[in-house]
């Protein structure tokens, strides 16, 4: 195959090992939190794609494939597609874990009807965006966009070009699993306080039949779910900072 490019066998070996880089990198800057979301400009991240693309492409960190058919070309192409959606889908989840603590919280509190702007595919809550945007904001600020391409180095050398039977796709899974837990424990002290509250009110209604307990208690409810929110979302950072790295799994 490289001799029947017109590119000459070593600058074609070239940029076909600079198409396999593109395939892995991919999806990992356009999921990567803060960079790839969706209120960056598309130029921006295919322009942050294209240079780290040609940086790995001129380190030598990858061996340029030799005697390719193009059977096999499109072989490692395809794998390093499904190696690069992998990671980027773990690197991704550090902020899905946000969004559906920021999701459950507005349900308890009774905010879920305020959508704010699609920072991913679609609206999110308030709290979903303010805890996804804080996120975001953590995670740059602590460089971790660096990181995540100095360890996308390491990785070629633990999962070479092609090697789809060395990446675990179960990992990959129990990543997603662990963040939905992850996210649920976040939340879970809004839902306990909104049960407690409505079995609360449930007693009230039915010692005090003519009271209108709704008047009352869903402003209530969202006032001291404001007053919660201001309080523990510094925690709730810190906690999701601290377990970040961990709940990613390979950065």
């Not at 940086?55 to 597609?81: K, Y």
Request: glycine content about 10%.
């Amino acid at each position: 195959m490289l001799e029947q490019l017109p590119f000459g066998p070593q600058l074609s070996a070239w940029i076909i090992m600079f198409m396999l880089i593109v395939g892995r990198l991919t999806f990992v800057v356009f999921l990567m939190p803060g960079i790839g979301d969706q209120t960056v400009p598309a130029r921006v991240r295919l322009s942050l794609l294209l240079g780290a693309a040609m940086l790995f492409a001129m380190s030598g960190l990858v061996s340029p494939p030799t005697d390719l058919s193009i059977g096999n070309f499109v072989g490692l192409l395809g794998a390093e597609i499904i190696i690069g959606l992998g990671l980027g889908v773990l690197l991704r989840t550090t902020i899905w874990i946000l969004n559906m603590a920021g999701a459950l919280i507005a349900q308890s509190i009774g905010l879920s009807q305020m959508l704010g702007i699609a920072l991913d595919t679609e609206a999110q809550t308030v709290t979903s965006n303010l805890l996804a945007l804080a996120g975001a904001v953590l995670l740059l600020s602590a460089d971790y966009h660096v990181s995540v391409f100095v360890r996308m180095a390491e990785v070629y050398s633990e999962i070479p070009v092609g090697a789809l039977a060395q990446f675990d796709q179960g990992f990959v899974i129990d990543g997603m699993l662990n963040a939905v837990k992850f996210a649920v424990l976040i939340a879970w002290p809004f839902v306990a306080i909104n049960l407690l509250y409505n079995i609360s009110l449930g007693f009230i209604n039915k010692a005090l039949p003519s009271l209108m307990v709704a008047f009352v208690g869903a402003p209530f409810m969202i006032g001291a779910g404001f007053v919660l929110l201001a309080i523990s979302i510094s925690t709730i950072l810190m906690v999701w900072m601290d377990r970040v790295s961990g709940s990613i799994g390979w950065w």
